[in-house]
């Protein structure tokens, strides 16, 4: 092989294209992070809701009919 065969341009070339998969991975993380945070919002939601009225319905199951 011959020294300084690559030159300025191929590396350049190579650390440019680097740079652009790292963007585009940075790009793609932040979108699934996003979407992750919604998603673990909506079910949060959803099973404080199931929690809320299974005690709802615990209640009247236990309740001895006393209330009007």
């Not at 065969?5 to 070339?13: E, S």
């Not at 699934?32 to 919002?41: G, K, S, W």
């Not at 809701?49 to 006393?66: C, P, V, Y």
């Amino acid at each position: 092989a011959k020294e300084g065969a690559g030159g300025f341009a191929v590396v350049a070339a190579g650390i440019s294209e680097a740079l652009i998969a790292t963007a585009a991975g940075i790009v793609v993380a932040v979108v699934a992070v996003m979407a992750y945070n919604i998603f673990q919002t909506r079910a949060a939601k959803f099973i404080l809701l199931i929690k809320i009225q299974a005690e709802e319905f615990a209640e009247l199951i236990a309740d001895d009919g006393t209330k009007v």
